[in-house]
């Protein structure tokens, strides 16, 4: 890489289709993921999603998508040709939609949260009401971050020590 005529030493990196990463509150890539309901109300501790639920998760990197621009907005785009699965802990959901949002480098993954009689809610409950989610995706199986849900049996605030 250079910059301003000057050379940094060489680095290599393994280049792969695809490796999504969530978008954080945090904006560092770990704790609480940025979702959103079918409202595009944001998922929080005080809004949490409920049990059940289809939600939105926000990210980037679920792959290449010549249909779209990487410039300018131009509708959501749905990836077929990418294998994803999310997790809670080591349980599969239901991956409802994944694409591109329609703004350039913003993907979108519809995800249908389990019943709370599902048996993958019980490990991985943080406190009072976080689920631990992680994605893998494309051919390669590259993990996402491992990013933190508020999830309640019925949405709403979730209870400390969240």
């Not at 704790?31 to 990210?59: E, F, H, M, R």
């Not at 249908?112 to 009401?129: H, K, N, R, T, Y």
Request: aromatic residues 8%.
């Amino acid at each position: 890489m250079t910059y301003n005529g000057i050379a940094s030493a060489p680095a290599t990196f393994q280049v792969v289709p695809s490796a999504l990463g969530f978008a954080t509150m945090s904006e560092d890539g770990a704790g609480d993921v940025i979702a959103t309901d079918a409202n595009y109300k944001l998922i929080s501790p005080t809004n949490s999603a409920a049990t059940s639920q289809i939600i939105t998760l926000w990210g980037t990197g679920l792959g290449a998508d010549i249909a779209v621009s990487d410039t300018t907005y131009t509708g959501p785009h749905q990836i077929t040709n990418v294998p994803l699965t999310v997790y809670v802990g080591s349980s599969p959901l239901q991956v409802v939609w994944a694409g591109r949002s329609g703004y350039p480098g913003l993907d979108q993954i519809n995800i249908q949260l389990p019943a709370q009689s599902s048996p993958e809610w019980d490990p991985v409950f943080i406190g009072g009401c976080a689920a631990q989610l992680i994605v893998t995706s494309g051919n390669n199986n590259v993990p996402s971050n491992t990013v933190t849900l508020p999830v309640g049996s019925a949405g709403g605030a979730c209870i400390p020590p969240y």
